[in-house]
């Protein structure tokens, strides 16, 4: 296993930006976790616990440029914005008040660079795209994107991935016991050793 | 897992061995003894876990470390690449990754087990020396540890079949090879291509029902997860039933060793620990086994330093945390016309060997083999976070890109030779401490630059594969200098000499004659990058050893 690929922090964005979270224990038996996967992820409009009604505003908005709604489910219908509410309310609740630091820090440069908008929510998309570009480097960029991927791909009890969307994106309908062959590869290559035979 | 009906033992009557950690290598030390008829109390300072504790919860395992000892500032491992600096705590993980638990990482392993080869325990002799390195043979022969080899195919649990390639085995393999994957697939016809051999990888996971254990059901959560169904074989899985069963074994877990004392008489008298109510606790033995991994087992041997052994113990020879060696490793992703669905079954299926052996005429010292697997972009999280092709990381393409890669990509990975230098080891921190209060483990680690070469010449030849296999894309990042990883090797080696080695040939400390060490840290050479089956076959051979040495009444 190559370890720079499993670190926290480094695909998290910015160095340390994360130091000091606390530890999740998850002992409920694999089969039990999985069926929660089903109904936890909360309905679109419910309220937040953690953040503020501007902050979700704003991090849907987000979090929907990261991942657009296309002809397919973005980050939106997704609900990646109760991931952000639920960690950062729990596991990364130590990071909380730097999270928001760097999204105050953010959001000041709107104003001075589209007339009339002091929000993310309230500019056009494309607007939302240049602005993003412009913060791209950033370690709040690289937290938000981060955030963003893990809230659609990970089990839904944390928030997002409502409806499993994420996985059904990527074409992922794993997590219990499957056969070969898998893929078209070994499926070509199963059928050659029975031809030979 | 239930400890309730296990026999007890009293702290202030010394029992035949306290074993230090139940990984690769305590967990079958404790069972080997235990069965034996030793009485056998075995300290882990994880958890212990049992089967259905482990879920397929991405988040929880690779966010929140939950199988690999939790977020960094438990730990407080620090690093430095040079010994003139200071070392600095990992912010995003330990340099030293494992898995702290009953059965260690062999819990949370992808379960790759190569044998050594003849070559790996003679290779100075062949090679001569290499300078400024501590290349090195070992004092035993591939001959002495094949029957132990075989011993782990049968007891723990390794399917696979003969590759053109592997050294003599004395019985063949208990179970048939996992079914070929599509990765297998491409790797095998690239390979075949630029004329190379793949083979079926052997695997320590159960391809068929094998010792009252449940085979594979291809669920894919096995990199860096735990297996709910027990078909991986880990010492969890397939020895410390048979240790608790022996009613000679006492498992205490969450107790984390801080110090093992000397007596008037030099050998160990007592390992002292915290139990996991934070209460400072000491077990007489009459003699003791460190397996704690070939990191945590030399910083508990120098954090044991008193007035008798101000160096730490058994270290006379300064060996004690030396020659760590990680592995060298590289990378390559690649994307295919059809499905591969990847993320199904085990990692890997086929794996090619024929760079096995150093050749001069490469230019640098070095080995090692390359496999194909979805590496760590089995599971969706970690596969959006990794295992995206370089270029715009947001926005409509880059999810419509990542919609479609998942079922379609593979990944080669290199595994590969680390040379033994002194200026990469393990010493204690002189700034921080862990939570228990122990004195930190610093890791000071660069790579060799045969080691990095190595690396590189093998990417490129993954890099030829994948286009040979027709990869319609691919994308690799540059073999660079590593800041720590999972393969801990080298930092106790085994040896005849006193003056280089730390222990004896049958893991018997020089120094200290009832101090055993048996793990990563007993290695001389690093082998080509699967450590963990040498690992538990030193210690079906150690354990022969110790329970001769103790039936003497030699310990």
New interface residues.
């Given amino acids: 296993m190559k370890r720079d690929q499993v670190t926290r922090r480094r695909f998290i964005g910015g160095s340390g930006v994360l130091a000091g979270s606390s530890l999740l224990r998850i002992s409920a038996p694999a089969a039990l976790a999985f069926a929660e996967t089903a109904c936890t992820a909360r309905n679109e409009g419910a309220e937040f616990k953690t953040l503020t009604a501007a902050e979700g505003r704003e991090l849907d908005a987000l979090s929907a440029r990261i991942l657009p709604t296309t002809d397919t489910p973005g980050a939106r219908e997704a609900g990646v914005v109760y991931f952000f509410d639920t960690v950062l309310g729990d596991q990364f609740a130590d990071q909380l008040n730097g999270f928001r630091g760097m999204m105050n820090e953010f959001q000041a440069g709107i104003e001075s660079r589209f007339a009339g908008a002091e929000t993310f929510s309230d500019l056009s998309e494309s607007d939302q795209d240049a602005y993003l570009t412009d913060n791209e480097q950033t370690p709040f960029f690289g937290m938000l994107r981060a955030f963003t991927l893990m809230g659609f791909f990970t089990m839904s009890k944390y928030g997002g991935n409502k409806d499993n969307i994420g996985w059904k994106l990527i074409g992922f309908d794993g997590h219990g016991a499957a056969q070969p062959p898998f893929g078209y590869y070994d499926a070509q290559y199963m059928q050659g050793e029975q031809d030979e035979h | 897992m239930s400890t309730e009906n296990q026999v007890e033992y009293p702290l202030d009557q010394a029992v035949d061995f306290v074993i230090v950690g139940s990984g690769s290598s305590g967990g079958i030390l404790a069972k080997e003894l235990s069965t034996g008829g030793f009485s056998v109390v075995l300290l882990e300072q994880g958890p212990f876990r049992e089967a ?9 395992v ?5 199988l690999s000892g ?5 730990n407080n491992q620090t690093f430095r690449d040079d010994e003139s600096k200071v070392a600095q705590v990992a ?3 330990g340099p030293a ?1 494992y898995s702290p638990g009953v059965g260690g990482s062999s819990v949370h ?2 379960a790759n087990f190569w044998r050594l080869r003849e070559i790996d325990f003679n290779e100075r002799s062949v090679l001569g020396p290499i300078a400024g390195t501590n290349f090195a043979d070992w004092p035993i022969s591939y001959d002495d540890l094949e029957p132990y080899y075989t011993k782990v195919d049968w007891e723990i649990g390794i399917c696979g079949e003969p590759g053109p390639f592997d050294s003599w085995r004395s019985r063949p393999f208990p179970m048939p090879p996992m ?4 990765s ?3 790797l095998e016809k690239g390979a075949k291509a630029l004329g190379l051999h793949a083979q079926a990888e052997p695997l320590a996971i159960l391809s068929a029902p094998h010792n009252g254990r449940a085979p594979c ?5 096995c ?2 997860f735990g297996c ?1 169904i027990g078909a991986k074989s880990s010492t969890l899985a397939a020895m410390i039933p048979l240790a608790q069963a022996s009613g000679n074994c006492e498992i205490r877990a969450g107790c984390a060793v801080y110090q093992l004392e000397t007596g008037d008489s030099g050998k160990i008298s007592e390992v002292r620990y915290i139990d996991p109510d934070g209460n400072q606790r000491a077990q007489k033995a009459r003699a003791v086994v460190v397996a704690a991994n070939g990191a945590e087992t030399p910083r508990l041997l120098l954090n044991s330093a008193n007035a008798a052994n101000p160096d730490g113990l058994a270290n006379s020879s300064g060996f004690v945390g030396r020659n760590l060696m990680l592995n060298s ?1 590289g ?1 390559v992703h690649a994307t ?1 016309e ?8 085990v990692q890997c299926t086929r794996v090619v060997h024929d760079y096995y052996e150093s050749d001069p005429k490469r230019g640098f010292y070095g080995g090692g083999g390359f496999d194909a697997r979805p ?2 972009h089995a ?8 295992g995206q092709p370089p270029g715009k ?4 393409e ?3 890109t ?2 479609h890669n ?2 379609h990509q593979m990944t080669i ?1 290199v595994g590969a030779t680390s040379l033994a230098q002194d200026r990469n080891n393990i010493t204690i921190d002189p700034t921080h401490k862990d939570k228990w209060g122990r004195p930190s483990l610093r890791m000071t680690y660069l790579d060799h630059d045969d080691d990095l070469a190595n690396a590189r010449f093998l990417q490129s030849v993954g890099k030829e594969v994948v286009d040979a296999a027709g990869a319609l894309e691919q994308w690799s990042r540059p073999v660079g200098p ?5 393969h801990l090797l080298g930092t106790c080696r085994m040896g005849e000499d006193p003056q280089t080695s730390v222990i004896d040939p049958q893991h018997r400390s020089h120094d200290i004659s009832n101090l055993f060490i048996c793990d990563g840290s007993s290695m001389v050479t690093s082998g080509r990058g699967q450590p963990t089956m040498t690992i538990m076959a030193l210690a079906f051979r150690a354990a022969d050893h110790i329970a001769a040495a103790a039936k003497a009444n030699e310990i």
């Fill in positions: 259905k504790d482990f879920t397929h919860d991405e988040f929880s690779f966010a929140m470390s939950e939790g977020t960094p500032e438990i912010r995003d993980r990754f392993y992808s079914p070929v994957k599509s297998g697939v491409l059901i291809h669920c894919g959560f990199m860096g709910e490793h990378l295919f059809h499905e591969l669905n990847d993320y199904h079954g590496f760590l599971t969706p999280m970690m596969y959006a976070l990794t990381n947001w926005g409509a880059f999810k419509d990542m919609a998942f079922n990975a590593q800041n720590g990883g999972p």
